[in-house]
């Protein structure tokens, strides 16, 4: 009878689960990642995991794995000296399922255990990659694991042509794995040492790779399976247009940017010679995109450099992708859109294709809850961490938003209040903006009838 009960109790709980993540996926995205990070900080926090053999504080566990969930790359602990192999496994599998996504990660169990799809996963899947039809959704996702392990395996491959002679044969092998994995998921977790990737500043392999593999993260799935599937600029999508436009764009003007800004700079990039400082100052404007490794560090910037990579990390990669941020698209259809304002055109074109409403009203929302979003949180931050200066907190908001990981060296600083913030700020900008007020929303508003219309003055 007592078994009974429970199984009937167990049932209607699953059935009203269903219910509410039916009608709002973003919580079923919110509770999977949110049980993700507490399996994660459970696993840290064991004296395997640490080289002490004692347990840190646990929000210190929480918030490596919610970083590590989130591809961030902020720590309170150095990932090198803290974690043991153990340890450091964990964090690797955290960023793994974070970057291809969980449910996409979940698909990858079902098809290795060789379980069918059922509509709901496929439902899932396709709201996890913002497709807008099931169709093919299985099939889409085997070429998303298949593309992962490839350019993965790839990038390993590389690295071990420096990391391999450097640290021995399983050190540099376990370097290589880790390190592709944590550039191509833009997760900016490093278990080198403190200065990150500061020693390889100059090193052309080590960085070309880096920084190839943080781009292929970054374009998002959709647009390398347009590319292999088109191959010709006339036939890719409009997004994958969008997509490979910005994001050239957002690469070579901040290069230049930080060529000439650092090029004196004895801090940064001053004592190297040409090649070197060609090379730093591509790796700085392709790092921000969400990604967090570092070669120069970021409290030794000038001004015009800091003010560059804050609106990189702000702006971040591409939708469908492993990176984070207000996304390129997003971008550029708000700066056509007030494009089209200014010169008094119907409609926002570009390639000879219009942009519907629906898309334009989303961009400008994302961009304003996520505005909303990081002001309020640095408003808090300075109420709560009164001895760190404005400039880093910013730094430090943008950074966890934008799911970046570059920091100013204050993460390790903060108070347990401050910690709490940026762990929540890291997994609103994973779970995206909109997704996150989804989560909230208890019902939609009536389109059965509209109100009267009256002019208002603005500008």
């Known amino acids: 009878m007592y078994r009974k009960k429970v199984a009937h109790i167990i049932k209607l709980y699953g059935r009203q689960k269903d219910k509410i993540v039916e009608h709002n996926p973003a919580k079923l995205f919110l509770f999977s990642y949110l049980a993700l990070i507490i399996i994660g900080a459970l696993l840290l926090n064991l004296p395997i995991a640490n ?30 000296t803290h974690w043991t192999s ?18 996409t990660g979940a698909g990858a169990i079902s098809l290795l255990i060789n379980r069918r799809f059922s509509i709901r996963d496929r439902l899932y899947l ?22 992962t392990l490839f350019i993965e395996l790839i990038g390993a491959l590389l690295l071990s042509f420096q990391f391999v002679p450097e640290f021995g044969w399983l050190k540099g092998i376990g370097f290589s794995i880790f390190y592709s994995i944590s550039a191509f998921c833009n997760a900016g977790f490093d278990i080198i040492g403190e200065a990150s990737l500061a020693p390889y500043v100059d090193h052309a392999l080590v960085s070309l790779t880096i920084m190839g593999l943080i781009i292929c993260g970054g374009l998002g799935f959709s647009v390398f399976i347009d590319l292999f599937i088109c191959r010709k600029w006339q036939r890719f999508k409009l997004h994958t247009k969008l997509v490979l436009v910005t994001t050239g764009l957002l690469i070579m003007i901040p290069f230049l940017i930080f060529l000439i800004a650092e090029w004196n700079n004895p801090d940064t990039m001053g004592h190297l010679d040409l090649n070197g400082k060609l090379v730093a100052s ?11 490794f570092l070669s120069i560090y970021q409290d030794k910037l000038t001004s015009p450099s800091l003010l560059v990579t804050l609106f990189l990390m702000f702006v971040g990669g591409a939708p469908a992708g492993t990176a984070g941020g207000l996304k390129v698209t997003t971008l550029t259809i708000i700066l056509l859109f007030v494009y089209s304002n200014i010169i008094k055109r119907k409609d926002t074109v ?20 996520s505005i909303v979003w990081i002001g309020v949180v640095l408003f808090l931050l300075t109420l709560t961490e009164p001895h760190l200066s404005l400039s880093d907190l910013v730094y430090e908001v943008v950074s966890a938003y934008g799911t970046v990981g570059l920091s100013r060296g204050i993460t390790a600083d903060l108070s347990l209040i401050g910690k709490l913030l940026i762990m929540v700020t890291m997994i609103f900008g994973k779970i995206g903006p909109m997704a996150m007020a989804y989560v909230f929303l208890t019902k939609n508003a009536s389109n059965s009838y509209r109100e009267a219309e009256e002019s208002v003055m603005v500008g």
């Open 51 to 80: 080289q002490s053999g004692q347990s840190p504080p646990f929000i210190d566990s929480v918030f490596t794995a919610t970083s590590a969930v989130c591809v961030t790359g902020l720590v309170t602990l150095t990932s090198a």
């Open 86 to 103: 153990f340890g450091q496994l964990v964090i690797i599998l955290l960023i793994q399922i974070g970057g291809i996504g969980i449910m």
């Open 126 to 147: 396709a709201e996890e990659k913002s497709v807008n039809s099931i169709k093919g959704i299985v099939k889409l996702t085997k070429n998303i694991i298949f593309l």
């Open 282 to 292: 591509l790796f700085q404007a392709v790092t921000p995109r969400t990604a967090g």
């Open 350 to 369: 570009i390639f000879h294709r219009r942009i519907p409403k629906y898309i334009i009203n989303k961009a400008i929302s994302i961009m304003v809850v």
